[in-house]
């Protein structure tokens, strides 16, 4: 009985984890007008060096071109409606981001560090120790990111903005933010226990409530996780 108490706190603790991730989403709204507030001074770039700021939901990477300017692959659903250049090369909210990760829509394009930045401050070169490759030199990361720019389909997981600097930068497509997160994925899926608790609380909710949101909504948000892992 104990032991089934301390495995329930510990399930949920790792949901209220998940509810963090919740409220990131509500929060997307005031970033939009809170995002010129307050952004340190950007370091001293240099044309081809791997750029990173923090974003509402994702760690979010571009390559530095030079005179202000920062190739980035980012989700955008605008390009879907509309072909009005000017329309689409305003600054994409998080509105745009997300609905265009659900779409899979994605453009390589250029935009200025201000833009790019989003409101948070920017991070230099921090992939360099991890990686196992060895950069190349700096004109022809620039080079490989001037080559891609244009529209291209956008996968969450297999195919992101941080797939695309490593490929310009080290020349190999990799993500380490995807590769937590499809661990953390197996994890879960993997801890047998995890399915019977689950699957043991949809039913003594079913049982007391119904057809609750709380029933209905993992029946939609484990094919939408396929989807999106497709
Ligand atoms: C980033 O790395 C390149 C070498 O790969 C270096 O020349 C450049 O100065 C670095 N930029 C910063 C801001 O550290």
């Not at 949920?12 to 509500?26: M, Q």
């Not at 250029?110 to 921090?126: H, K, M, P, Q």
């Not at 899926?189 to 003594?204: C, M, N, W, Y």
Request: with cysteine; charged share 20%.
């Amino acid at each position: 009985m104990l032991q089934l108490l301390t495995f329930l706190v510990e399930k949920l603790s790792l949901l209220s984890k998940f509810r963090i991730f919740e409220s990131s989403w509500t929060e997307a709204e005031d970033e939009d007008l809170q995002r010129h507030a307050h952004r340190c001074p950007p370091p001293a770039l240099r044309r081809g060096d791997l750029l990173e700021v923090p974003r509402t939901l994702f760690t979010h990477y571009g390559i530095y071109l030079g005179d202000n300017r920062v190739a980035h692959l980012i989700p955008d659903i605008l390009p879907v409606f509309t072909s009005d250049q000017k329309l689409i090369s305003s600054v994409i909210t998080n509105k745009r981001l997300i609905l265009g990760c659900m779409y899979r829509c994605a453009t390589v394009r250029v935009d200025t560090l201000e833009d790019f930045a989003y409101g948070s401050s920017i991070l230099v070169n921090r992939t360099d120790k991890m990686m196992k490759n060895q950069a190349f030199a700096n004109e022809d990361v620039a080079k490989r990111a001037e080559k891609l720019i244009g529209g291209i389909q956008y996968s969450l997981l297999w195919n992101n903005c941080e797939h695309f600097v490593t490929y310009c930068r080290y020349g190999s497509a990799v993500s380490r933010q995807t590769e937590k997160f499809c661990e953390c994925l197996k994890s879960i899926i993997r801890d047998q226990r995890s399915v019977i608790v689950t699957s043991l609380l949809g039913l003594i909710s079913i049982i007391s409530f119904g057809m609750a949101p709380a029933t209905t909504l993992p029946t939609i948000l484990i094919p939408f996780t396929l989807w999106m892992a497709g």
